[in-house]
Structure formats: structure tokens, C-alpha cells
């Protein structure tokens, strides 16, 4: 019926169905206990002369969604990290909406819209390869999980027994929606009513301190959201920043808490922690606060035994490495990052299972496969990264053999670059006999044919496999009389 009253009568019979629903709602939620005190300060309004956002810099396709909304009736507004970085003069990575339409009203009045998640229901509009977030104003939990009467079926919060938000989908005011925000430098709001900013969290003055500070208590809220751990640590190394003192206490106790979050989604922040160009800085933070110890186990335990051994400067080469080429504008892969800092482990394991009797080859695989599958159990790394990393493990020892013709047949291999990348820095990291082998290999690669077969004589028996080979036993023949 609404879909109908829109085609015949245009937005005028949105805004009186969006009156209806906020009476009604009003009605349905009267008996509900009022909230207690905000944890905001008084709201700052900043008018358009005051400060520097302008709608040149914002994407047209955001400036669609907040007019359409508002000529629906609705409020709407940029919020968040968009409005932060325009403030802080940078180029904001995508623009976030918020209005107090529910999805299924923003789905209405954009037909190119469709609706995602369960645990966060929002709205998703999409303009080709732009896609603008509109989510509705979050209210407290009080009121829905809390309430006696009403039935579970209909309850749309949830918390966990650590205090983590299972599902969100309570609605409320702008108000509690700037107090459900969790940095104070993201609880900012711009609106194309007047072209004024609206503070409530004073994340201005937290701009200008450059601190990261959640709103209410850090605890409270890292328990809410682990995941707020690893956004505090991004933002701070992105932005330049420091984490407020009482934001940065928490988070070694509660780093624990990151275990509690589905693997596929702690695959996706850790890639934006170590492929946003900030990844050398993000890992020095993690390991300082404690976080590196539930999210790579495996890396960790080393680094305790060698603070600054092999596996921190393979580690700590391959985030610079891959900082370097971030901000030259050159791909990077998630598959080199997770090679390069779960490689020592491997190793280890490797060299365990040779001792106990497997074949080279037999206990790289097998190493391998272990490893893998335990850290899978934090992070879900996607197979066709660990099918790369793979690769690019298992050439390693075939690096070492280029007798004959298997130095040509390694130089076609698909992984062959990764895998030779991949040793440059396991030599800048050992030293020893790992840079004379980088530099054959690289001297290989850009000689023409005559001098790859001078290369390959020059290396004598140095370019043969000198593994133990098992002993084969031959039944004799019987004599014949």
C-alpha cells in the first residue's frame, strides 16, 4: 500500500506514513522505563562558517541518498569517519548515512537498494561500484532484551555472557544513537538541512588533543564489541593519534575477548590493519598491547623466546615491505603478510617431524597443514590465499636445487615471483647463505640464455640436492644350479 501511495502521490504520502509510524511507535513504546543519564555532553553545533566541510568534497551519490531521504520526510545524515577525515583534511575512504527511516522504509524509497545482515540490519544503496551504508538511529538495549513480557521471537537485541552484542536492532534518537557510537571522534553528524555539523562527544576537541577515546566506559564498551580493540589500535596509527590513557588500559586484559569473534570477521579487520599502509605500525602496537598473542599464537610464542630474532625481522621486513608498495600505489596480497609471519612456525614444525623421521617434503606438508588449520580456528584466512601461501612455502627448498634443468622449470612456476620475493627477505632477515642464493637467483632471472647455463655451471655440486636418500634393499636373486 505504501509502495502504491508513493508511485501515485510522490513523497508527500511517505512523510504523512512516516507521521503514522512515529505516533504509533510512540504509543507501543510509552511504557517502557525511561534510560538513564547520558553519558554525552551537551551537543555543539557547528554552522557552516565554522567549519571547513564542503559539499564539493563529498560523493554525489551520498548527497542522493541524504536528499532523497529528507524529501521522504525522513532525517538523514553523514556520520562517522567520513565527516572526521574531512575535518582532518583527508579523503574519507567511503560515506556512511544514518537516518531514523527503518530499512524496510529506505528500501522503499530507493529501488536500487537492498538489505544486509542479521546481527546489524542495514541498508545498502548502490550506485554501480559505490555503495552508500544507510543505517537507522540505534537506540539502548533497555526496553527490548530487558523487558519480562515481551516474547523472544520478538526481542531484537541480544548480549552474550561477556557483555558482546549479538544482534542490534534497536532503534531510537539521534541522541542515543551519538551515545552508541563507540569513538568520540566518530560520533560526529553533518546534515544538509542548515550545512552544520552536530558534536555530541566532543570529538572536535578530541581532533584537535589527537586522542582515540571510546564513549562511556572502555570496558563496557570493549565488551560490547571486542572488535573495538583492533579499530582503536587502526585508527590511532592511521589518524596519527594516541589511545586516551583510560581507552588504552583495558585493552591487554580484554584482548582475550577477540576470541569470541567469528573468524571470518577478525580475517577482515586484520586485513585492514595490515594492508591500509600502516601495517609495520599496527603490528609494533598489537604485540605491545598484548592483542598479537590471541590473534597469531604461533608468531607470538616466538617472538616471546626471541624478542628480536629471525621471525620478528622476517615479520617486521615484510609489513615495511608491504607498507612501502601501499603507498606507492603497487598491489599487495594478504597471502605474502600471513606467509612471511607464519613461516617460522612452519619451519619449526618442520624440522620436528624431520627429526622424527619424515622425508623433507612429507614434513613441509604436513607442517604446513598444522599450522594452517590452527590458525584458522582464530582467523579465517580465504583458500585461495592459503593455497598461495602454500606455494610459496613449499618453493622454498626447491630454491635451493638448480642443477640441470630445474632452475629453468622454477622460473615458470606461477608463485615463482612470490616465492623469490618471499626469499630476499628470509635473507635480509638470516643473512648467511640465503643472500648469496637471492643473488644467484636474481642475476638468473635477467641473463639471457647463455648466461643462465654459465650461471647453472658455475654452481657445480652446489646446485644438487645433498639430502640423505633412503636405502633401498635389493632381495637376491637365488643362484640357479
Not at 34 to 41: C, F, I, Q, T, Y
Not at 187 to 203: P, T
Not at 394 to 404: D, E, I, P, V
Not at 428 to 453: K, M, P, V, Y
Request: net charge positive; with cysteine.
Amino acid at each position: 500500500m505504501l509502495d502504491f501511495c508513493r508511485r501515485t502521490f510522490g513523497s508527500k504520502a511517505i512523510k504523512v506514513n512516516n507521521q503514522k509510524t512515529k505516533a504509533v511507535s510512540k504509543v507501543q513504546q510509552a511504557p517502557r522505563p525511561a534510560p538513564g543519564a547520558s553519558l554525552l555532553p551537551a551537543v555543539q553545533r557547528l554552522s557552516r562558517d565554522q567549519h571547513a566541510i564542503s559539499r564539493k568534497d563529498i560523493s554525489p551519490n551520498a548527497l542522493k541518498v541524504l536528499y532523497r531521504l529528507k524529501d521522504a520526510g525522513f532525517d538523514a545524515y553523514l556520520v562517522g569517519g567520513c565527516i572526521r577525515d574531512l575535518l582532518l583534511g583527508l579523503k574519507p575512504k567511503d560515506f556512511d548515512v544514518v537516518t531514523n527511516a527503518k530499512p524496510e522504509q529506505v528500501k522503499q524509497v530507493f529501488r536500487n537498494c537492498r538489505l544486509i545482515g542479521r546481527r546489524f540490519r542495514l541498508a545498502h544503496v548502490v550506485f554501480g561500484r559505490e555503495v552508500i551504508e544507510v543505517a537507522t538511529f540505534r537506540g539502548h538495549h533497555s526496553g527490548a532484551d530487558d523487558e519480562t513480557d515481551t516474547a523472544p521471537k520478538l526481542k531484537t537485541a541480544s548480549l552474550s555472557d561477556h557483555g558482546q552484542i549479538l544482534r542490534d536492532n534497536v532503534y531510537g534518537t539521534i541522541e542515543e544513537d551519538a551515545e552508541r557510537r563507540d569513538f568520540t571522534v566518530n560520533a560526529l553528524y553533518y546534515s544538509v538541512n542548515d550545512f552544520c555539523v552536530y558534536d555530541f562527544a566532543n570529538g572536535i576537541q578530541a581532533i584537535t588533543a589527537r586522542k582515540i577515546e571510546l564513549i562511556g566506559d572502555p570496558e563496557t564498551r570493549y565488551r560490547e564489541d571486542p572488535v573495538r580493540i583492533l579499530r582503536a589500535i587502526r585508527f590511532a596509527t592511521k589518524l596519527n593519534m594516541q589511545i586516551a590513557p583510560a581507552s588504552a588500559e583495558p585493552i591487554p586484559q580484554l584482548a582475550v575477548l577477540l576470541k569470541n569473534i567469528p573468524p571470518p570477521r577478525l580475517f577482515d579487520e586484520l586485513v585492514k590493519l595490515l594492508l591500509a599502509g600502516k601495517a609495520f605500525d599496527n603490528f609494533m602496537l598489537m604485540r605491545d598491547s598484548k592483542v598479537l598473542k590471541q590473534l597469531l599464537p604461533q608468531l607470538d610464542k616466538l617472538l616471546k623466546q626471541e624478542p628480536e630474532g629471525k621471525a620478528f625481522q622476517l615479520a617486521t621486513k615484510a609489513l615495511q615491505n608491504t607498507d612501502e608498495r601501499v603507498e606507492a600505489d603497487k598491489p599487495v596480497t594478504p597471502a605474502f603478510i600471513f606467509a612471511a609471519l607464519l613461516w617460522y612456525p612452519v619451519e619449526l614444525r618442520s624440522q620436528i617431524l624431520i627429526i622424527d623421521g619424515l622425508s623433507e617434503i612429507d614434513a613441509m606438508n604436513i607442517a604446513m597443514t598444522e599450522v594452517l588449520d590452527d590458525i584458522q580456528r582464530t582467523i579465517a584466512i580465504p583458500k585461495r590465499f592459503t593455497l598461495a601461501m602454500r606455494d610459496i612455502w613449499a618453493l622454498q627448498s626447491r630454491l635451493t636445487k638448480r642443477a640441470g634443468r630445474r632452475a629453468f622449470k622454477l622460473l615458470e612456476q606461477p608463485k615463482f615471483r612470490g616465492a623469490f620475493d618471499f626469499l630476499q627477505l628470509r635473507a635480509e632477515a638470516e643473512g648467511g647463505s640465503l643472500i648469496e642464493l637471492a643473488l644467484w637467483w636474481e642475476r638468473f632471472q635477467f641473463a639471457d640464455e647463455t648466461g643462465r647455463l654459465q650461471l647453472i655451471n658455475q654452481l657445480g655440486k652446489d646446485g644438487i640436492d645433498k639430502g640423505p636418500r633412503r636405502r633401498r634393499n635389493y632381495k637376491r636373486k637365488p643362484t640357479v644350479e
